[in-house]
């Protein structure tokens, strides 16, 4: 049953300890900025670099804001963090779901479900788990019953019980936050709470009403996690059409940009930026749960998944244009995270570009990026300091638009330009 109501009043929630299973992206600062609100949080994580860092209270990501407030919630012993589950009141699992590479991009739950693994030996009665993670319709339900099988002493939520009969009450709850402004939007964007039951709901509420002024939108798990993939979807589908149409206008020989200002000088129309493609884990990824879980419906989301992770490709083929008439010729690329002014490569397209061009023209390709030195893996990528990419370059591919690159002034006239994210228009 859905229930559609706004969760607003202010409840008591009483001291909690509260365990965060995954300290990534989103794990950490809600770590953070749950311990920053009163509550005694423990943060778990297989690697032990990040372990090492959260408690020596440094950020192993770059967040505005988090580094500061991390060391603070440390030294006070509100946060620390550990590689074994431990007993709480409240578990948050905020663990990556990555999709595989078959026809749909079926998603992965493994994380997930090793986190409702390890979860299970340490739960009590009155215990509330909230699954943070994106996650296709039904990852709840299936939670569920992993954790039951595991505790056959508890009594978990299931068709036909009543809620007063449920011992252990279990959440779908995903954040809307973006990079670059997660501790701001933490404690100011709504959210939706999908609770197993309606009490469930109510103390998912009860705990987030501390962190945030948002509302707080109370449903059932099942929606809640089709709700967000929904937010992805749309943007994703939008950005496609942006996409398209700066194929359609390089193919006509028109200024993208251009077009775009003018048609949304419209009052009803907003058309979105083109770029180099879709990065990240989020829109990226998500629509790809609905096409797994409905190929022959969503035929829209599924044509724009393919043209946003076909654009990389063009943008390769534009080089390659250039590279026809200048075979030798020496090629800068500037960006490789997913967005500008974030140190997340995950699903970047920059990335993904920069490395093809490095396999087709090998010798020839030199990247930059002002998160370069975070970049795990570089592989045969030659990196360099922007300045000289820059200016050593005879075709200059701009693919992310970070901040500090705004200081670098027109390409030379000699220098040709594929500028896939509008950085000079």
Not at 48 to 76: T, W
């Amino acid at each position: 049953m859905t229930v559609f109501a706004m969760f607003t009043a202010e409840e008591a929630v009483a001291e909690q300890r509260i365990s965060v299973v995954g300290l990534g992206y989103i794990g950490l600062p809600t770590a953070v900025s749950l311990a920053e609100a009163g509550f005694q949080v423990t943060g778990i994580d297989v690697d032990p670099r990040v372990i090492e860092a959260v408690n020596g209270g440094r950020a192993h990501i770059v967040e505005p804001g988090l580094e500061q407030l991390l060391h603070s919630v440390v030294k006070k012993g509100r946060l620390t963090a550990t590689r074994q589950q431990v007993g709480a009141d409240a578990f948050l699992i905020a663990v990556p779901t990555p999709v595989g590479h078959d026809q749909y991009r079926t998603p992965d739950l493994t994380y997930v479900f090793a986190a409702a693994d390890a979860i299970a030996p340490v739960l009590q009665r009155g215990s509330l788990v909230i699954l943070e993670s994106t996650s296709p319709v039904g990852t709840t339900r299936k939670m569920i019953e992993r954790m039951a099988a595991a505790r056959p002493d508890l009594r978990f939520p299931e068709a036909g019980v009543d809620e007063n009969d449920v011992d252990i009450d279990v959440v779908y709850s995903p954040e809307r936050v973006i990079p670059g402004r997660t501790m701001e939007e933490l404690k100011t964007n709504d959210r939706a709470v999908g609770g197993a039951t309606p009490r469930a709901a109510r103390r998912a509420a009860a705990l987030y009403r501390r962190v945030t002024s948002g509302e707080l939108l109370i449903t059932d798990d099942r929606t809640a996690e089709f709700v967000k993939l929904t937010e992805n979807a749309f943007r994703d589908v939008n950005i496609a059409f942006a996409n398209e149409l700066s194929m359609v206008c390089d193919q006509l020989n028109l200024n993208v940009w251009d077009v775009i200002k003018l048609a949304n000088f419209h009052p009803r129309v907003n058309i979105l930026q083109p770029g180099p493609g879709v990065g990240g884990h989020c829109i990226a990824v998500d629509p790809w749960f609905i096409v797994a879980q409905a190929p022959e419906t969503a035929r829209l989301i599924r044509t724009a998944r393919e043209v946003n992770d076909g654009k990389p490709r063009w943008v390769v083929e534009k080089v390659g244009e250039l590279l026809a008439e200048r075979p030798d010729a020496r090629i800068a690329c500037l960006g490789l995270t997913f967005k500008p002014n974030v140190d997340d490569f995950r699903e970047s397209p920059a990335l993904d570009i920069a490395r093809e061009l490095t396999r087709r023209y090998p010798g020839q390709v030199t990247c930059a990026d002002p998160y370069a030195d975070l970049l795990r893996d570089p592989g045969d990528l030659a990196l360099s300091d922007v300045a000289t990419a820059h200016k050593e370059a005879d075709v200059i591919v701009m693919l992310v638009g970070h901040d500090q690159f705004r200081g670098l002034g027109r390409p030379a006239a000699t220098s040709a330009v594929v500028d896939a994210c509008g950085f000079w228009k």
